[in-house]
């Protein structure tokens, strides 16, 4: 579904140059959970936001479904972004002056579906998150946690077909971490790929590949 | 509600998969109604100062000193704040949406 061909990510040039992602090769197939896994400053977050069409490669070719992703227009990749794909980021990024039911919304304000089948698709999400009794709060309103469940429920509102998380647990306390990780997992068992970025070690179990990374360098994947 | 704060914005907008012509007109409307509420305020404040001029110039005897408003005076006032404000929404929100999405949601 997404590949990876010698992707390289260089910051800077000469003497300031760092190389964050050094010859990336990897395979996603659809349906899987993908955890990448390293300390700090390996260059998870990076390879995770190349894979996402976020950011670009400076060497080497992403595919997705066999195709170049660097020949895509802006707009095409805007179209991924919308509708194949979610992303859910460690510092939740909603927007704030926006209620938790706007933001659930917003991507499908943007894919432009009409306003009685937003509303109502919105408000089922956050049902199904759990906040059901907070459709009308700002996420200033919200714990950590909430502010966490929303951005699930707005991943997911144009059916993508894959999530990204970026450290998703990473701003959570344990029990609300554990809840967030029980959702993605549902979420991979009706069929959703999910793609995530953690340095946590026991997260793992949730796993069914894992990719660890260590000074930008895939050194093992393990498949279970 | 500062710059980056809305840098930030355009990040999230663009990772949810917004295209430059979304963020461009979700930009330029908000910041043109800002502008041209900017433009309302102005214009009462102005009008009620100089109507309050003209009061005092006439109690003290100054009945030449009127205070001249004219229909068009408004309209132009109230377009050129408009396009105030859309200008001022335009630049930004182009150079914001130009990035990639990531290098928007780094300015934090």
């Given at each position: 579904m997404i590949r990876a061909e010698n992707v390289w990510k260089i910051y800077g040039r000469g003497e300031a140059k760092t190389i964050a992602l050094k010859n990336i090769n990897l395979e996603i197939e659809e349906g899987e959970f993908v955890m990448?896994?390293?300390p700090s400053?390996?260059?998870?977050?990076?390879?995770?936001?190349?894979?996402?069409?976020?950011?670009?490669?400076?060497?080497?070719?992403?595919?997705?479904?066999?195709?170049?992703?660097?020949?895509?227009?802006?707009?095409?990749?805007?179209?991924?972004?919308?509708?194949?794909?979610?992303?859910?980021?460690?510092?939740?990024?909603?927007?704030?002056?926006?209620?938790?039911?706007?933001?659930?919304?917003?991507?499908?304000?943007?894919?432009?579906?009409?306003?009685?089948?937003?509303?109502?698709?919105?408000?089922?999400?956050?049902?199904?998150?759990?906040?059901?009794?907070?459709?009308?709060?700002?996420?200033?309103?919200?714990?950590?946690?909430?502010?966490?469940?929303?951005?699930?429920?707005?991943?997911?509102?144009?059916?993508?077909?894959?999530?990204?998380?970026?450290?998703?647990?990473?701003?959570?306390?344990s029990k609300s971490g554990i809840t967030v990780m029980e959702m993605l997992k549902e979420l991979n068992e009706k069929g959703i790929?999910?793609?995530?970025?953690?340095?946590?070690?026991?997260?793992?179990?949730?796993?069914?590949?894992?990719?660890?990374?260590r000074d930008g360098e895939i050194i093992e994947i393990v498949k279970k | 509600m500062s710059i980056l704060e809305r840098r930030k914005d355009i990040g999230i907008l663009k990772a949810l998969g917004a295209e430059t012509t979304d963020i461009l007109a979700i930009f330029i409307i908000e910041s043109g109604f800002l502008g041209l509420f900017g433009g309302v305020i102005g214009l009462i404040?102005?009008?009620?100062?100089?109507?309050?001029?003209?009061?005092?110039?006439?109690?003290?005897?100054?009945?030449?000193?009127?205070?001249?408003?004219?229909?068009e005076l408004i309209v132009g006032i109230l377009a050129f704040s408009f396009l105030v404000g859309v200008i001022s929404g335009y630049f930004p929100a182009k150079s914001g949406a130009k990035l990639n999405p990531i290098e928007t949601l780094r300015g934090e």
């Open positions: 990448i896994r390293g400053g390996c260059g998870k977050s990076t390879l995770l936001n190349i894979l996402a069409l976020l950011d670009v490669p400076t060497k080497g070719e992403v595919y997705y479904k066999g195709r170049k992703t660097s020949l895509m227009s802006e707009n095409k990749k805007a179209i991924f972004r919308r509708k194949i794909s979610g992303f859910i980021f460690q510092q939740f990024h909603l927007i704030k002056t926006l209620t938790a039911l706007e933001n659930v919304e917003l991507p499908m304000i943007l894919d432009e579906k009409d306003k009685y089948y937003r509303r109502k698709r919105a408000k089922k999400l956050l049902e199904m998150v759990g906040l059901e009794n907070r459709l009308n709060h700002y996420p200033h309103q919200l714990s950590g946690g909430q502010q966490q469940r929303v951005a699930i429920a707005r991943a997911l509102a144009n059916n993508p077909k894959i999530i990204f998380a970026d450290e998703p647990t990473g701003n959570l306390d790929t999910i793609i995530m970025v953690t340095h946590e070690q026991e997260l793992e179990r949730y796993a069914s590949k894992i990719i660890k990374l | 404040l102005g009008i009620l100062l100089a109507k309050g001029i003209e009061i005092v110039a006439h109690k003290m005897g100054y009945l030449m000193v009127n205070a001249y408003i004219s229909y």
